[in-house]
């Protein structure tokens, strides 16, 4: 319950911080610029750069504190995870096989594939 709400903020933060990034104006004004004045200088002179440089402000600070708010949720929502009832990977539980422990140190109850080695060699040259 408590890991899906976390997974929830984080895609609601991802997004939000994506908006974010995008507004924020680049080398080439970026879309910050296009929504603060129309044409760059056409309709308020010097009053323009003074509102952009707000909003260039504002638009850093809540990058910055959605990139942390971000980052936190993301390392909080790997201790939320139920571990308990996981005993099997998604693959192991989507097979339908049922799950096979195997104890290493118990002599194994197939044959081996290797041949048995033979006790006496036979002999390269026969004799006659």
């Known amino acids: 319950m408590l ?20 507004l924020q104006s680049g080398q080439g004004q970026g879309l910050s610029g296009g929504m603060m004045g129309g044409g760059g200088g ?14 260039a ?22 201790f939320f995870i139920d571990r308990e009832t996981f005993d099997q990977s998604t693959i192991q539980q989507q097979s339908g096989f049922p799950t096979q422990t195997q ?9 081996s594939p290797l041949p048995e080695q033979q006790d006496e060699l036979p002999d390269p040259i026969p004799q006659e």
């Open 3 to 22: 890991y899906t709400l976390t997974i929830i903020l984080i895609t609601i933060i991802s997004v939000l911080m994506v908006i974010v990034i995008l």
């Open 103 to 111: 104890d290493f140190d118990a002599p194994a109850d197939t044959d």
């Open 42 to 55: 056409m309709m308020g002179g010097g009053g323009n750069m003074m509102g952009a440089r707000r909003t």
């Open 57 to 78: 402000d504002f638009l850093s600070k809540a990058t910055s504190i959605l990139a942390a708010t971000f980052l936190t949720l993301c390392v909080l929502a790997n």
